[in-house]
């Protein structure tokens, strides 16, 4: 069973970076792409970045292109999300999440099967 666990979300002011990590455990790490999403409250859940497990294929949704990076490290079994000038829109649950079967396009929730519990991002000042 693969699981997921998040970390690194917290509060940050508008203009401001954080780094959250997903790490995996119960399966090799490099057979998988990873995916980072984000539920803001009242809204569905979005994907923000993800990323092959070959590295080859990024992903990133339009509205973080340029402001946020994802890379992997398969030795230590963690995939992070590199988020820079933060916005009050980013505001949300952010959750990472693999697929049991890669299924085309890649970053969408419901190709996803894997889901970690989430950590709260919130953009305030």
């Known amino acids: 069973q693969v699981q997921l666990v998040e970390s690194g979300g917290g509060l940050v002011q508008p203009g401001g970076s954080l780094r959250l990590s997903c790490a995996v455990s119960?399966?090799?790490?490099?057979?998988?792409?990873i995916g980072w999403f984000r539920q803001a409250p009242g809204k569905e859940r979005e994907g923000v970045s993800c990323?092959?497990?070959?590295?080859?294929?990024?992903y990133y949704a339009d509205s973080v292109k340029g402001r946020f990076t994802i890379s992997r490290d398969n030795a230590k079994n963690t995939v992070y999300l590199e988020m820079n000038s933060l916005k009050p829109e980013d505001t949300a649950v952010y959750y990472c999440?693999?697929?049991?079967?890669?299924?085309?396009?890649?970053?969408?929730?419901?190709?996803?099967?894997?889901w970690g519990k989430g950590t709260l991002v919130t953009v305030s000042s």
């Open positions: 990323i092959s497990s070959s590295e080859v294929i990024t």
């Open positions: 119960g399966a090799p790490l490099d057979v998988y792409p």
């Open positions: 999440a693999a697929p049991f079967v890669t299924v085309q396009p890649m970053c969408v929730p419901s190709h996803m099967d894997y």
